[in-house]
């Protein structure tokens, strides 16, 4: 099962008010297991930059009202290529894929806008999957931002200080797969993006360079193989 994990950046909250998106970000999995293909574009929006949505992602300060040179982690756009120039291969990279999407109802919103301008095929809501509504679900009464859910499961945003469409969709792609009920055991980068292009059921990531260091204590070892000296010679373990 092919899954996109997907994140955008807007100059607002309603394409039909002129608002247009300025980047999307999108982490491929596959049996919920990323296979190392994301999607990364930069956009021009053609249009000024809100002082408001600059403040939450830094993009664009080429576009302000008073234009300035990018800061740290900050993006021109005026250089980017237009929607209609990335619409059309977009929505081929997306295909009838399920898009996993933290407050789908927006991105979709925007994205089938977009896509609608350009003359492409639009996205079926029904293929999108709202990661929001799940955790709302999972844990009525409790913050469900994505922020809030990286700290419920232990996963590690120290470095989103601005929204940014493709690290969000990372952050996200490991926060769906604990909302759908826990990593799982293969998951992991592929070494290439042509590991899934077959689309196999049988594809695994390739074993660790280096081995991650064992866990067990030296007591915790001790006391295991006292354990299995108990069994005798006929254990398990002691077969080679």
């Not at 930069?42 to 234009?67: K, Q, W």
């Not at 709202?130 to 470095?159: H, Q, V």
Request: charged letters at 25%; hydrophobic letters at 40%.
């Amino acid at each position: 099962m092919r899954e996109i994990v997907l994140d955008t950046e807007t100059t607002g909250f309603d394409p039909e008010s002129g608002d247009r998106i300025v980047e999307i970000g999108a982490v491929e999995l596959w049996n919920h297991v990323a296979t190392g293909e994301t999607y990364h574009v930069y956009i021009n929006p053609e249009r000024s930059m809100p002082e408001e949505a600059f403040g939450v992602h830094g993009i664009g300060p080429d576009l302000l009202e008073n234009p300035r040179p990018p800061e740290k982690g900050e993006v021109t756009l005026k250089d980017k290529p237009v929607f209609a120039k990335i619409g059309h291969a977009f929505r081929e990279f997306v295909g009838d894929a399920r898009l996993v999407i933290h407050n789908a109802s927006f991105d979709m919103k925007f994205l089938n806008a977009e896509l609608k301008w350009v003359g492409a095929p639009l996205i079926p809501m029904e293929q999108a999957l709202d990661t929001l509504a799940i955790a709302r679900k999972r844990f009525p009464g409790s913050p469900a931002s994505l922020d809030a859910l990286c700290r419920r499961f232990n996963i590690d945003n120290s470095n989103r200080v601005l929204h940014g469409a493709l690290l969000d969709s990372e952050i996200l792609a490991e926060v769906y797969l604990e909302l759908i009920g826990g990593r799982q055991p293969d998951f992991g980068l592929s070494t290439s993006a042509s590991s899934v292009a077959g689309g196999g059921d049988d594809w695994r990531p390739a074993p660790r360079a280096t081995p991650l260091p064992s866990r067990i204590t030296e007591d915790e070892r001790a006391a295991h193989d006292a354990f299995i000296e108990k069994l005798g010679d006929n254990a398990l373990w002691t077969r080679t």
